[in-house]
């Protein structure tokens, strides 16, 4: 026998028992995870539902805010709040490794629930100009923040399993496309070191509770807000000849945005462009000075971004121009809220999905839905940060036969942002995300 043969022999048979311990490992950890995340589902669908009941918009996440920076305290980590307004950023170090940030957010929708749910949301709130609306959490938020906490304590309680820092941020305003920025802007980076990597996780109804999906690429688009205000000339309403009505400078603009997408971008480039609010006069008998139009964007590309942005000007411009507008009193665009496209890196997903399996098993894991042009602004936290990428987790909040009833059908419950949106069988979903993004956690924080 040669000596090559020789130490073959047993330098195989220690690969073989490396990889059963490492195995075995895994196995242990995830059971862990698994025994401490239902051990919370009770208390946490308490939280679930109270949020519910009492949501908050974005910005205005005061009572949302002071339980979340409560709890994290009580677990020991290092709380920091008031960051762009409501924000929490909690931090646990422990020992050497890479910093891996989970981000959630906390923010209510403005409208009128309509569901069965004895949970169900009555707030009302006054808004800024006086108006009141009601605030519903017609997205998800809700569980976003239940879940948050459960990893809180899932990760604190299994420092034995992982090395590195975690930092776990409550973000606002996640809505207004405006809580990620603004985090950022008020000195995010002063209070919690930059991270290597970010995970977000969003609850969707067209997978089962009790599953999630993370699929590289394309994810979700970037997105902004614009409010253009137009000019007029006021005037009697029964004497128009006398100004510039701004009503028909908004009913022009309107339709002339719908050629935008249709006849400047590239069909094979995803663009949306929404006029979400017109928002010009109060009386019938008036011809108003001034109105405004309240756009959404919707974008992959930055060049379609360009194109859009400059189209809008362009056309809201001859338009009033046209119209005999002044010079003085031309269109005025405001930038609102912003979000980058979301992307998953395909590397980071080859090492998530495994780990997903591992955690929930492989009939759990779906296969990710099709890139979409809804957005999220959570990359914005780390768009500054060099060399930071990002992970988005979808995690189902369905009925059980939401896939087959929309292969047979093609028919889905109410998604969200509907007034009929809700997560069936909340509980589920909420520890399955924790036994998820707890899992994942553990694979990119290894000892």
């Given amino acids: 026998m040669s000596l090559l043969s020789t130490l073959r022999a047993p330098l195989a048979g220690a690969l073989l028992v490396s990889a059963t311990l490492a195995q075995a490992a895994a196995t242990d950890i995830n059971e862990r995870i698994a025994t401490l995340a239902e051990a919370q589902r009770p208390a946490l669908l308490k939280v679930f539902k109270q949020l519910h009941a009492h949501p908050e918009l974005g910005f205005q996440e005061t009572e949302t805010s002071k339980m979340i920076a409560k709890h994290l305290k009580k ?32 923010d209510a929708l403005p409208l009128k629930e309509d569901t069965d749910l004895d949970y169900a949301s009555h707030t009302q709130v006054t808004l800024p100009d006086g108006s009141k609306t009601y605030v519903a959490h017609a997205c998800g938020h809700d569980s976003h923040v239940s879940w948050l906490l459960g990893i809180a304590d899932v990760m604190k309680q299994t420092r034995d399993a992982w090395s590195g820092t975690l930092v776990l941020v409550a973000q606002p305003a996640e809505e207004l496309i405006e809580g990620a920025q603004a985090m950022v802007d008020d000195g995010l980076y002063d209070q919690v070191p930059e991270p290597d990597m970010l995970i977000a996780a969003h609850v969707f109804p067209v997978w089962p509770s009790g599953t999630v999906a993370v699929r590289a690429g394309r994810r979700m688009a ?87 942005l400059k189209a809008i000007k362009r056309e809201t411009n ?36 495994p ?19 809804g957005s999220e602004d959570f990359p914005l936290l780390v768009s500054g940060v060099e060399n930071a990428k990002t992970l988005f987790v979808e995690v189902g909040g369905g009925p059980a036969d939401v896939v087959k009833k929309y292969m047979a059908t093609g028919e889905l419950p109410p998604i969200n942002h509907n007034p009929k949106f809700e997560i069936v069988d909340p509980g589920l979903a909420i520890t399955t995300a924790i036994k998820a993004n707890s899992a994942l956690l553990m694979t990119f924080l290894k000892q």
Avoid: C
């Fill in 355 to 373: 780990a997903l399996i591992a955690a929930l098993g492989k009939d759990k894991l779906m296969p990710g839905f099709p890139p979409v042009m």
């Fill in 75 to 106: 677990l020991g980590y290092q709380v920091h709040t008031g960051i762009g307004g409501t924000g929490i950023a909690a931090v646990l170090k422990n020992g050497d490794g890479p910093t891996v940030m989970f981000r959630s957010d906390m």
């Fill in 318 to 353: 001859g338009i009033a121009q046209a119209a005999g507008v002044p010079e003085d009193r031309m269109p005025e665009y405001t930038m609102k809220g912003h979000a980058e496209p979301v992307y998953n890196d395909e590397a980071l997903v080859e090492q998530a999905q």
């Fill in 222 to 308: 970037g997105s902004d807000a614009m409010d253009v205000t137009l000019h007029g000339i006021g005037s009697h309403g029964s004497a128009p000849q006398n100004g510039i009505d701004p009503v028909v400078l908004g009913a022009r603009s309107i339709m002339a945005y719908q050629t935008i997408v249709s006849r400047n971008i590239d069909p094979q480039q995803p663009a949306v462009l929404t006029v979400g609010a017109v928002a010009i006069g109060e009386a019938n008998n008036v011809i108003p000075d001034n109105g405004a139009l309240r756009l959404n964007l919707r974008w992959y590309q930055e060049p379609v971004r360009e194109q859009m």
